[in-house]
């Protein structure tokens, strides 16, 4: 069975800082390209960064300098380190792996609330 497991998700200040990871079993993670989207409810789920299995990564104009995103293959698991959170950020973040098929994880809440 193919699972992505999300952690690190919760409720930061304005400014503050969050690291999301996601480990992957069922599947040679090495060859997968890697990456998070986030979902507003009532909105379209929208790219936040990718990394492919040679480790060139992409990010979403809004997030770009802010947001990180990283791989560690021996692990299995696919990180997005956030730094200087704002309240827009505030959506349900998802995994998603794409080689032969696409995977999703199940959805991590991340609140930038004061």
């Known amino acids: 069975q193919v699972q992505l497991v999300e952690s690190g998700g919760g409720l930061v200040q304005p400014g503050g800082s969050l690291r999301l990871s996601c480990a992957a079993s069922g599947i040679i993670f090495s060859r997968y390209a890697m990456g998070w989207y986030r979902q507003v409810s009532g909105k379209q789920r929208e790219l936040v960064a990718i990394i492919n299995n040679s480790g060139s990564t992409n990010y979403e104009a809004s997030v770009k300098g802010r947001f990180t995103i990283y791989r560690d293959n021996a692990r299995n698991t696919v990180y997005l380190q956030m730094n200087s959170l704002k309240p827009e950020d505030t959506a349900v973040y998802y995994c998603?792996?794409?080689?032969?098929?696409?995977?999703w994880g199940q959805g991590i809440q991340v609140t930038v609330s004061s």
């Open positions: 998603k792996a794409r080689f032969t098929n696409i995977y």
